[in-house]
C-alpha cells in the first residue's frame, strides 16, 4: 500500500529512516478504528519517535534517550502500543516496558499488550514474563523462525528491574540477542524513574543515587546501543534535571490527541466554545474547602450534596431513562489520610440511603415532597443546563429513575495499595463513586467519569505535574460531555487555568523545536505553581521572573558594548526611514525626558531581541525566555498582543550619565531616572510605557564612568511586563556532556564503590 507521511520539522537528524506502514501497524491502527487524520497523526508521530531510536542492528551506536509528551488521559498507552507494532515491522526483536510503579498499572498494560497486538497477530508477538524461566525464554524466543518481538512488561521497581538485569548480563542472553538493540519504553517516565538526590548532587558534588534510578542506569548500561523512549503527560522534570543526567532526553515528540478528547482546554478554557456553550467547572466555597487540619470539616458540605444529587440524576437520565450509556462514575478526591475518604465515603453512603428511604414514602408525605422540590429546583436545572433542547426529559419523567440510579449504586473505597490493586468490575452497576486521593491520581482510570468532588485545600504552592496528575476526569468524554461536572476550589481552579497556559504554550514551542535545546530547558512558571518536585532538580535552575520593570545590563566586555552600540544605532535608523512614530513622550521637557516610540510587529520585535548580545548567563536567558513568551502571547488563540512597543529613551539628548563598576560589569548608581516630585511632570522612567496591553522594550544609551577603554558609551535594554501578561520561566542552561562520557563515569563509579 502507499502512504504519504507529513514529514515532521527536525533539524535534529533521526537517527533512521522508519518504514511507517507495515503490516502490523496497519493491523493495530484497524483494529483500534483509526482513520483519518488520527489515524495520520499516529502513523507520523509513531514513525517520529522510532526515527530517533538506533536502529534494530546497530549495537555500535550511542544509546539514546527521547521525550514523548501527551495529554492526561489522551491515549499514551496507545502510542506506545503502535511503537510496538512499527518496531516489528523495522525489525525490532525486543521491548521492555517499565510498567508503572505499581502492579495494577503493570497488569494493565500487559493486557492491553495482549489484546491489542497479541491475540491478533500472535505469531508475530511474543509476551516474556518476569520468572526464572525468563532468559532461556527469551532464548527460544530469538530462535523463533517468524522472528517475533519480545515483549517484557516489568514493573517499575529495583527489585524487579535489578531481576531483569541480572537476565541481560547472563551469557544466555548476550549471545540471544547478539547483533539487536532493545527499546525501552518507560511509563509515567518522570514518576520513579528520576534521581531523588539530584538537587543534593549538584550542591555537594556527591553522586548519590535513589533505588529505582540506579536500577534503571544498571539497567541501561547492560544494554548496548539500546533506546530509552520516556511517556509522560508531565515533563517538567524531565526537562528541568540536570542536562547531563541520562535521563535527560535529548529529543521528542509531542503526541496528538484523538479528535474526541477533553481536557484542559475544554473545561478550564472553554475551548472550543461550541462543544459546551458554558463552563463545566462548579466553584467549591472556601469555606467547603477540605483540609484535615486547617478545615476539617464535621458534616456533609453543600456542594458535595448538590455534586452527589447532579450525578444521581445524571445517571437517572443516561443510564436509566435514556440508555445512553451502561454506566456512569463519580470521584470524590479529599484529602490524603484514610479517614479523610472514609468520612466523605459515610457522608454520602448516609444521604443515599436516607434520600432512597424518602423517595419510597407515599406521594404526599413531607419528606418526600420536600425533597423532591429541592431537587426539581436546584439540581434538575443544573443538570439539562447544555443538553441539546429535543433531548431534555421532564422532571417527571426522571423522577422514577432516580431511585434506580441509587439502588444500582457501588461505592469504592480506594485508599490503600491493597484497594488500589483491585481491579473495578463496572459491570456490577449503573452508577459508581469512587472515593480516595492520592491512589486516584496518576495512572489510575476510572471509566466513564462524569462528576468530579475534589475539595482538597492545598497549603503553600502546589506542584504542576502533580496537579495535573489528578485530572482523572479528561479523556474521551464526548458522548456525555454536556453532562459532566467538576467541582473544585477557587484556588484549584486559578491553578489548572495557569496550568493550561503553561501546557499550551510548552506544546507550542515544542513543536516548533527540533530539539529540547532548542527549545531552551525553559518552562512557563506561574506563581501560583511550583515545577516539580525540588529533589530531582539541580540547584542552579533560574526563574526568570515577567512583571513589571527588568533592566537589563549588557556591559559585559568592550566587544558586546560594541556589538549591542551597532545593532541599536542600525535599528534605530532603520525604524526612522521605514515606520512612523507613534508618540513622542515628554516632549519640550528637558532632553533627558524625551522618548519616542514605534510599534513593532512581533518578528521586528523578536528579530531586534535576538540580535542584542548578552554574556551574562542570567541576561541571555531572561532575552530568550522574553523572545519565547511574545511569541506565545502572539499565537494564543485569540491573540493576546498584536504588537510590541519599542521606546527610545531620551532620544534627544546626550547619552544618559551612569557610574559603572568594569569589575562586576553593572552600573553601580540608579539604572532609571527617576520621577519628578510632582509625579504629573514627570512619573521616572519605569512609569513610562504607552499601554498595559501589550510588553515595552526601553532602549537606553549610557554613558558609563569608568568605562571601558575606547567604550565610552553603551546601550542596553529595560523591558517592561504589564501585570496582565506577568509570569515566570524555570529554564535550565546547563551544558550536555556526551551520552557515552556519562556512561564511562557511570561505570567507573560503580568500578570505585566495589
Request: glycine share 4%.
Amino acid at each position: 500500500m502507499s502512504t504519504t507521511i507529513t514529514k515532521l520539522k527536525s533539524k535534529h537528524k533521526p537517527l533512521q529512516v522508519v518504514d511507517p506502514a507495515g503490516d502490523l501497524f496497519e493491523s493495530f491502527a484497524a483494529y483500534k478504528g483509526m482513520e483519518g487524520e488520527g489515524l495520520s497523526n499516529l502513523r507520523n508521530e509513531t514513525a517520529h519517535i522510532l526515527s530517533f531510536c538506533n536502529k534494530h542492528d546497530d549495537t555500535k551506536a550511542k544509546s539514546v534517550t527521547h521525550l514523548a509528551f501527551g495529554y492526561v488521559q489522551s491515549g499514551k498507552t496507545m502510542s506506545f502500543t503502535a511503537l510496538t507494532a512499527m518496531a516489528r515491522d523495522n525489525g525490532y526483536r525486543l521491548i521492555i516496558y517499565l510498567a508503572g510503579s505499581a502492579k495494577n498499572l503493570c497488569d494493565q498494560t500487559y493486557d492491553r499488550l495482549r489484546t491489542d497486538l497479541f491475540d491478533r497477530d500472535s505469531h508475530h508477538y511474543r509476551m516474556v514474563k518476569e520468572d526464572k524461566q525468563m532468559a532461556d525464554n527469551i532464548r527460544k524466543g530469538m530462535l523463533l523462525s517468524k522472528k517475533p518481538i519480545l515483549l517484557i512488561p516489568i514493573l517499575k521497581h529495583y527489585t524487579h528491574i535489578d531481576a531483569l538485569t541480572e537476565v541481560c548480563n547472563t551469557e544466555v542472553f548476550k549471545n540471544a540477542l547478539k547483533g539487536e538493540t532493545v527499546i525501552i519504553i518507560d511509563d509515567e517516565a518522570d514518576q520513579a524513574s528520576l534521581n531523588n538526590y539530584g538537587y543534593q548532587n549538584s550542591k555537594t558534588g556527591e553522586f548519590k543515587m535513589s533505588s529505582t534510578y540506579e536500577s534503571i542506569l544498571k539497567l541501561r548500561l547492560a544494554l548496548p546501543g539500546h533506546s530509552y523512549v520516556q511517556y509522560t503527560a508531565t515533563p517538567q522534570a524531565q526537562i528541568l534535571i540536570s542536562i547531563d543526567d541520562i535521563l535527560s532526553p535529548k529529543s521528542h515528540t509531542v503526541l496528538s490527541p484523538g479528535a474526541a478528547y477533553t481536557g484542559g482546554k475544554l473545561f478550564f478554557k472553554n475551548e472550543p466554545a461550541n462543544i459546551v456553550g458554558g463552563s463545566l467547572i462548579k466553584k467549591i466555597p472556601d469555606d467547603e474547602a477540605y483540609h484535615v487540619r486547617n478545615n476539617d470539616l464535621d458534616k456533609m458540605p453543600p456542594s458535595l450534596h448538590e455534586a452527589l444529587w447532579f450525578h444521581v440524576m445524571t445517571t437517572a437520565i443516561l443510564v436509566h431513562l435514556q440508555e445512553k450509556i451502561q454506566y456512569l462514575s463519580m470521584m470524590v478526591h479529599p484529602d490524603n489520610p484514610v479517614k479523610s475518604s472514609a468520612k466523605f465515603r459515610d457522608w454520602v453512603k448516609d444521604e443515599l440511603e436516607r434520600y432512597s428511604k424518602y423517595l419510597l414514602k407515599p406521594e404526599g408525605h413531607d419528606s418526600r415532597r420536600r425533597i423532591i422540590t429541592e431537587l426539581k429546583d436546584k439540581i434538575y436545572p443544573e443538570v439539562i443546563k447544555y443538553m441539546d433542547k429535543d433531548e431534555i426529559p421532564t422532571f417527571d419523567d426522571v423522577l422514577p429513575f432516580l431511585s434506580d440510579a441509587i439502588n444500582d449504586c457501588q461505592l469504592h473505597f480506594v485508599n490503600s495499595k491493597k484497594d488500589g490493586e483491585k481491579e473495578i468490575d463496572w459491570s456490577l452497576g449503573s452508577m459508581h463513586i469512587l472515593f480516595g486521593a492520592q491512589l486516584l491520581n496518576r495512572g489510575f482510570t476510572i471509566n466513564n467519569l462524569s462528576t468530579t468532588y475534589m475539595p482538597r485545600h492545598t497549603v503553600g504552592v502546589a506542584t504542576a505535574d502533580t496537579i495535573e496528575q489528578r485530572c482523572r476526569f479528561f479523556g474521551y468524554k464526548m458522548k456525555y460531555i454536556k453532562s459532566c461536572r467538576v467541582y473544585l476550589p477557587e484556588q484549584s481552579i486559578t491553578n489548572y487555568v495557569d496550568y493550561v497556559d503553561n501546557e499550551e504554550e510548552l506544546r507550542t514551542i515544542l513543536r516548533n523545536s527540533d530539539t529540547l535545546k532548542e527549545a531552551g530547558h525553559a518552562l512557563m512558571s506561574s506563581p501560583n505553581l511550583k515545577q516539580c518536585r525540588k529533589n530531582v532538580l539541580p540547584s542552579d535552575i533560574v526563574k526568570t521572573t515577567m512583571d513589571g520593570n527588568c533592566k537589563m545590563e549588557a556591559f559585559d566586555n568592550p566587544d558586546v558594548i560594541q556589538h549591542n552600540n551597532s545593532v541599536a544605532v542600525a535599528f534605530v535608523k532603520k525604524l526612522e526611514k521605514e515606520k512612523n512614530i507613534s508618540h513622542i513622550l515628554y516632549k519640550d521637557t528637558t532632553k533627558q525626558r524625551e522618548h519616542r516610540v514605534w510599534d513593532l510587529t512581533i518578528d521586528e520585535a523578536v528579530d531586534f531581541l535576538l540580535d542584542f548580545q548578552f554574556a551574562s548567563v542570567a541576561e541571555a536567558i531572561r532575552r530568550d525566555n522574553t523572545v519565547r513568551y511574545i511569541k506565545y502571547l502572539a499565537a494564543w488563540p485569540g491573540c493576546k498582543i498584536d504588537h510590541v512597543e519599542f521606546m527610545q529613551m531620551a532620544y534627544n539628548g546626550k547619552p544618559m550619565r551612569r557610574s559603572f563598576n568594569p569589575d562586576k560589569a553593572k552600573i553601580k548608581s540608579t539604572f532609571y531616572t527617576g520621577a519628578d516630585k510632582d509625579s504629573s511632570i514627570y512619573p521616572g522612567d519605569q512609569n513610562v510605557h504607552m499601554s498595559e496591553d501589550t510588553i515595552t522594550i526601553q532602549l537606553y544609551n549610557f554613558e558609563l564612568t569608568p568605562c571601558f577603554p575606547n567604550r565610552p558609551t553603551a546601550h542596553t535594554l529595560s523591558i517592561n511586563y504589564p501585570k496582565k501578561l506577568s509570569t515566570a520561566y524555570c529554564t535550565n542552561n546547563q551544558e550536555i556532556k556526551d551520552i557515552d562520557t556519562l556512561f564511562k563515569e557511570i561505570e567507573e563509579e560503580y568500578e570505585s564503590n566495589a
